[in-house]
């Protein structure tokens, strides 16, 4: 970062960060071009991707030919949507993903995008983020995902969960969300009642309806999730026993791959302190169908575990992974409630019912045959 140069205005609208002097000084600042080095134009275009922010793909033409310098960025500013944007800062998500990439990032083996610029007003919803062009890259969501690319998200993410195991010393972040401090989790069971009320509203909307889609809910779905909440409260102990960086969204949606099949993991809004089970479980079983994960779950999960004994990590037996890795589906419920809180004040969304009550039902049954809520 230049002493000498002050960070760009971020309480901008889009014609001034979509500019070449805009991107000059930013570029300038984060270190990615020399102080001498000028953006004479840009040409940008529109990235799909996540609701709460408005993501481009940036062009950059300087006044110095240097290939060394970045031809080709992605650009990350708060959303033009009110909503969205007003949730971007009241969930944190704004803060987190700056933050990960400025202070996090440069110390982990995890394979993430190069970051030229990250900086927010915390406490607003004015930040920018500029980070690497990975084109050449595929994602693959709701498409199948071979096992060689499977097996090397998986080393990723043992990448990650090894650099940061145990290490309290990441709660003294103020900006870092724990699932282990009790004092925010009041917050989250809060949001879980709520979330399960919708959900068992929703439910008997369906039945009297005689939908299709209880075909698949469980005799026992109401209780073990009365269950489920109720003991929620005894989760911060439960993961004080065993924190790690969790990405709390590791799917095939925030998965880049390369031509030769590297993993490189995007999306760093929703990252917390959690147990490492959070993860594997998320990944292996949005992944695959129930067939498929028969076959593959614990081939998967033996090699990010001989990951985390050669990354460093002591004292974890391959019983201990797969006893944590069956927890893991206490994140997975705890996100559907989270989910139906956040979207289904007013009823929840045919997509999301569709979800939920269709492929949503294995969750349960694995809690119930796995004992997960007795563990809580």
Sequence with gaps: MSEILACPDLDVSSDVYLSREWFTRAMQYGGAIPDDVAVMSIESSVLAG???????????????????????????????????????????????????????????????????????????????????????????????CSYQRATNTMIQLANLHADTWNKVELKEYSWMLDYSNKQYFQQVERWVGQGWNIIKNTAEELIRENSPLVIGIPSYFQSIGDDFVGGIHSLPEKVAERICLVHCDYRLANILYKPDDESITVDWQTFHLGRPGFDTYYFINGTYSDEEKEEREYQLLKIYHERLLQNGVKGYSWEQCVQEHEFGVFYTLLMTLLTAQAVGANGLPEAMKERMFKSGPKNWIYAKEHNVIDKL
């Design 50 to 144: 996540g609701f709460m922010a408005d993501t481009y793909r940036i062009k950059l033409f300087y006044n110095q030919s240097d290939n060394n310098f970045p031809q080709s960025v992605v650009a990350k500013f708060p959303s033009s949507n009110p909503s969205s944007r007003s949730a971007g800062r009241e969930m944190q998500a704004y803060s987190r993903e700056v933050n990960f990439y400025k202070h996090l990032a440069p110390s982990l083996t995890i394979r993430v995008p190069e970051c030229y610029f990250s900086e927010i007003e915390e406490g607003t919803s004015n930040f920018a983020l500029i980070i690497e062009d990975l084109t050449p890259v595929e994602m693959i969501d709701g498409l199948p």
